[in-house]
């Protein structure tokens, strides 16, 4: 079976970037990252694409005059490197709808909490961690799921909980979830690259792996 091509949209430091590159790497993932975007000049995920030759760009919203037309240069790179599932791993830019229905279906994202808790428009990095503290939480944890026209809206793929600790800040909150990312990010596109997921309205039905009779 061929690799999965992956574009991995970023803006930040690259962990999740950095837990695809080490799955392809380790023989779980049958994927191949073909590109990487950033938003941001200078982000570390940058270096972590250089060290593995993985071809990357810098695209910035303020150097073109709409939207459409920044959403536009990126879609081209990412068809021009035969993409065929957008990862946005720390991407902190909202895409518009004309991006989404370039890849319909075919855009992943991962948030830091529980959707439909804790999401939506202002829900990110920090933000949603203090946010679930401040509410009392008890539980909270990661989603990945498919990418729609609305924020933080689309079918679900898969979550994990992650427990609120009594004496837990932003800060400590936010590094356990992070690992629970790591783990859960792969195995998504995992599915995704094994033909495994399929939509049926808002849920996302995780398909049986086919037996193969000589295993």
């Known amino acids: ?12 430091g ?8 080490d799955h392809i790497e380790s023989g779980y993932l049958p994927a191949e990252i073909a590109v990487v975007i950033s938003s941001k000049e200078g982000a570390y995920a940058l270096e972590r694409a250089k060290k593995h030759r993985i071809p990357a760009y810098v695209v910035k ?9 920044y959403e536009d240069e990126m879609i081209e790179l990412l068809r021009r490197h035969h993409v065929e599932l957008v990862v946005l791993a720390g991407f902190i830019k909202v895409l518009s ?7 319909p279906n075919r855009i992943m994202n991962i948030h830091p909490a529980l959707i439909p808790s804790f999401c939506g428009k202002g829900f990110y990095g920090e933000k949603v961690h203090e946010a679930v503290l401040n509410y009392g939480a008890k539980i909270t944890g990661v989603t990945v799921h498919f990418v729609d026209e609305g924020t933080d809206t689309g079918p679900i793929i898969l979550q994990r909980a992650v427990a609120v600790e009594d004496d837990d800040t932003p800060d400590t909150l936010a590094a356990r979830v992070l690992k629970e990312e790591h783990k859960i990010y792969p195995e998504a ?15 996302v039905i995780i398909k049986s792996k086919r037996r193969n009779f000589n295993d």
């Open 1 to 12: 079976m061929p690799a999965l091509k992956l574009g991995v949209l970023v803006s930040g």
């Open 61 to 69: 919203r303020k150097d073109f005059d709409s939207q459409e037309k």
């Open 14 to 21: 690259g962990t999740n970037l950095q837990s695809i590159i």
């Open 97 to 103: 709808p004309h991006f989404v229905r370039a890849f």
């Open 189 to 203: 596109i995992k599915l995704y690259a094994e033909g495994r997921l399929e939509i049926r309205g808002r849920r």
